[in-house]
């Protein structure tokens, strides 16, 4: 890293006007009004030389031919060399500082050592050209590098973007061919079911089937419109379910439950998410792993934390085996610490399980 990019402009600014200062009046000797104006006038000008370079370059010329005042030249031309694109221009400028430089050092020297005023005045003069083009077009490598650095990193993205469509497209058109599929013949038993039998628990319970299944198949269209959309947000998945849905939810559920919920009815809409998805989850756990066994279910605020706790007794009949990806907890475990929470399960004693979520409450 440059080091004098750690140093304030106004402050290296002042510094080098000093210096430039210091170095027009230590050549005066008698000096008239106009050199002394002139001596300061040329450095003071170089107050301006990052806005208006030509502006000190013009005030820097008079203070070289009457005061000596190099420094003044030297930095105002270099000013001209950074800001300038038009070479010509530079060149001219360079002219103008080497002419000055020339005629004040011609008055030191006798005729014959002339040649090497000269060489001091062309080398006095290209030092600054050269500093300046170099930092110039190291500036503009540095904005190209920058613009190459964003262009393959918007490639990239684009890339992944187009990686991710196509995974989706793949994921919706899975879902949509075979797990719409199976569940609409579900739907369509459990129609057959309702309509052909004589027992009215097996008419409610085939009942509920279907509606469940009918509202699977509608929640599958919704993922599988989102995911065939490339620029697709969870935005778009409505309606999302609330804490106002937990009663229905447990009710269809089958689940015997004792059930305490004491939430304020106001929390963001992510914390309403998280905790009926993890009551949902919960209750889906509890029918494939402990059937038969009951559920209590409570949820309440402690200070200022959010806490959500499912517990359920030991099975009293075989589980049954149905497919589990073993994700559900991961899930509900990122999605509580997304949220600043945390997601807890234990084993207890008396064979049950308890599974507790508690989030911050702001």
């Known amino acids: 890293m440059n080091p004098l990019k750690r140093i304030p402009p106004a402050l ?10 210091f170095d027009s009046f230590f050549y005066l000797y008698e000096p008239t009004p106009f050199e ?12 301006f030389r990052r806005r208006w370079p030509w502006l000190s370059l013009l005030l820097a010329i008079p203070a070289l031919i009457t005061s000596s005042s190099s420094i003044t030249g030297l930095v105002a031309l270099y000013s001209v060399a950074v800001a300038e694109r038009r070479r010509w221009a530079v ?125 699977t198949l509608d929640e599958l269209r919704q993922m599988v419109t989102v995911l065939r959309d490339s620029g697709g947000e969870l935005s778009q998945i409505a309606p999302q379910p609330t804490i106002a849905d937990l009663p229905e939810l447990i009710a ?39 059937p038969g066994a009951t559920a209590t279910i409570t949820a309440h605020s402690i200070r200022n934390d959010l806490s959500v706790t499912v517990h359920n007794t030991a099975a009293t009949a075989p589980s049954m085996q149905l497919p589990a990806s073993g994700h559900g907890l991961v899930g509900l475990r990122e999605r509580a610490e997304l949220l600043g929470g945390t997601l807890s399960e234990e084993a207890t004693s008396d064979g049950g399980f308890t599974l507790t979520l508690t989030l911050p409450q702001d």
């Open 12 to 21: 290296l600014d002042s510094a080098i006007v000093a210096i430039a200062l």
């Open 36 to 47: 002394i104006t002139m001596a300061i006038a040329g450095p003071l000008g170089l107050f």
């Open 91 to 215: 060149l001219l400028a360079g002219v103008a500082i080497f002419a000055g430089t020339s005629v004040t050092w011609w008055g030191w020297i006798d005729g014959g050592s002339a040649i090497f005023s000269i060489i001091f005045a062309v080398m006095t003069t290209a030092a600054p050209i050269a500093l300046g083009l170099l930092v110039r077009t190291r500036r503009e490598l540095t904005a190209r590098l920058k613009e190459l650095e964003e262009a393959r990193e918007s490639e990239r993205r684009y890339a992944e973007e187009e990686i991710l469509a196509t995974e989706r497209a793949r994921i919706a058109r899975e879902m949509h061919d075979v797990v719409s599929h199976q569940v609409s013949l579900i739907a369509v038993q459990a129609g057959a079911l309702q309509v052909g039998s004589i027992d009215p628990d097996t008419k409610t319970t085939a009942r509920t089937i279907r509606s469940l299944a009918t509202k």
């Open 252 to 290: 269809a559920s089958g689940i015997p439950s004792t059930t305490t919920l004491d939430l304020p009815a106001d929390l963001p809409a992510s914390v309403q998410r998280a905790i009926y998805r993890t009551v949902q989850e919960a209750l889906t756990n509890i029918r494939k792993h402990a």
